[in-house]
């Protein structure tokens, strides 16, 4: 069974930053996609940025130039390096381990518990 721990999340000023880990045990995560997600009260929750196993990277718009997703070398571990900020970047944020089978529809998801970031002044 996959776990996900996430941290780093915490208050911090309008264009401060902060660095989102996740750190997964369990089987191997190497070829996973992973991925963060934010969600605010009574809101969807909403992709921020994912990357591939082959590093392909993915933002949503409202954090293009801001945010940074990378890996470790392992594939066991997911960061989100957030620069510049805002008000509006405030919500639980949510690693994500997605993979599905090549050649078939079997997929494996895998959420961690959450941390919270608040920006405000």
């Known amino acids: 069974q996959v776990q996900l721990e996430e941290s780093g999340g915490g208050l911090v000023r309008p264009g401060g930053s902060l660095r989102l880990a996740c750190v997964g045990s369990?089987?191997?995560?190497?070829?996973?996609?992973k991925s963060w997600y934010r969600q605010t009260p009574g809101a969807q929750r909403e992709l921020v940025a994912s990357?591939?196993?082959?590093?392909?990277?993915n933002y949503a718009d409202s954090v293009k130039g801001r945010f940074t997703i990378s890996t470790n070398n392992a594939g066991d571990a997911a960061y989100l390096q957030m620069n510049n900020l805002k008000p509006e970047d405030t919500a639980a944020y949510y690693c994500?381990?997605?993979?599905?089978?090549?050649?078939?529809?079997?997929?494996?998801?895998?959420w961690g518990q959450g941390t919270q970031v608040t920006v405000s002044s």
């Open positions: 994500n381990a997605h993979l599905v089978l090549p050649g078939t529809d079997v997929t494996y998801d895998y």
């Open positions: 369990g089987p191997d995560l190497t070829f996973y996609t």
């Open positions: 990357i591939s196993y082959g590093e392909e990277t």
